[in-house]
């Protein structure tokens, strides 16, 4: 018998970085044990993956069930890993797992740090997005969203809230705002035909001029800005809606002004220059502000990992080895201490905990593989650990006050789910609440 046989990974988080190395391992027929905060697996591809696109969400959760559904794969769902959570990263570590992976997402949010960020009508990024792809307890909470809507940010993500205020809560306006200028825009083109429709392109193309000098002075052409925005448009994609979609260039957000009773009566802007760095450009502040009349603000600048999940973190991410002992591709895969300088034995990250809000799903499958290829290379060289690691986990797990989830149960919500939808005739029905989804599995009262 192949001696990885005897082996048990525990895996923090079943996005698809989770459920591509939980593949990965069990394919090498090591024991994984998925724990997982959400009732549903999938992570972002479940709950931030823009709600319409359903036919790509249903072809990953047709991927992970078959994933799931391998038998030395154990599905933990309703579980929370971390310094307030339902079991700590040590104590998961002290179960004789003989590895264990990361692969959390980023769940912490990037504060800006400017006056006004708390109050009403300011929003993170994740808490929209959750929100709309009916994530509890973000599913459950209020969204306060006026009719003038900025967007920080120039992402996929900031155009996917772009769509949602759009479409579904019929903004007069959403003004996305890009801290440098067009050229450096980071959503995909085809990202942005689900609101060209609504996009002012006269307005954008003013706006190019009004930066023109400044990008003309590093080499950069705003005619193929303008070209970039004109193609686009000329495909004939009709609006959405009656919103107007608008962008900004070259501002940074500086202080979000009160209108005196705790909403915004505004935004402050500070005007920016763009200055050569390397091969790239960064944005520079020039002292010069204009207010900008709006009532909401959503911040979609990427996000950080969650400090309390009991790893060191660095810029962002979680602390990585910088001379790894298992490197993949070149890439460092194992947790560490940059403070004390020491290596965090048997703990690796990857997917977005391992580089926080990068890229697609196809991005995380991969860095998912490689982070259990690294764990692979560690496995070889015969750590500790024992057999009964999953029994002892299943023990720890039941003296929680609230159910876990085992894969079996998902079938009764699929069923239950997709009968709700057809009742009501639409494409999608999701339980907002955990207590409905634990219901209609019939887990309420049920210890694991
Ligand atoms: C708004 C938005 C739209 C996107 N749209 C697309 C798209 O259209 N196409 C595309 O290919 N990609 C898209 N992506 C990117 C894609 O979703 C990510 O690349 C991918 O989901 C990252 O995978 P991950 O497994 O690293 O993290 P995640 O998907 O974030 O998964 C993390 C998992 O960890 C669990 N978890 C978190 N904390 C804990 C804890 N403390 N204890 C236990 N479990 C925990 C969560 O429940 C979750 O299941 C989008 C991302 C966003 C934010």
Redesign the pocket.
Known sequence: MDQTQNFTVAI????????YAAKELASQGIHVAL????IK??????Y???PT?LK?KNGLRAQFHQILNMPNIHYFGN????EN?DISLDQLRGLGFHAVLV?????GTKRVGIPGEDLIGVYH??EV?YHYNKLPPFSQQQLIIGKKVAVIGVG??AL??THYLIEERQVDEVITIARRGPKEIKFDRKELDYVIGNLDVPKVEYEINRVAHIMTALGQDPQSAKDFFHEAKQKGIPPIGKSIFKLRFLSSPSRILDNGSGGIGGLELEENTLVASGDSTKARGLGTYHNLDVDTLIFAIGDTV?DH?GLPVHYSAFDKNPQPLYPVDGDSYEAFSSESGAVIQGVFV????RNA????????RR??TNGARAIMQYLRTNPQGNENALHNLKNNLLALSHPVVPYSALAALAIAESERAAMLGVEEFKFVSNLEMLEVMGLLGVTP
Do not use: C, F, H
């Open positions: 923090v988080g079943a996005g698809p970085a989770g459920l724990l997982n905060r959400d697996p999938g992570g972002l591809a479940e931030g993956i823009y696109k790509m579980v929370v890993v971390g959570g692969t959390a997402g980023a769940q990024a994740k997005v996929n993500v996917d809230i969650d999940l990857a997917g977005w905990s809000s990068e890229g697609l799903v196809g991005v995380a860095d998912g």
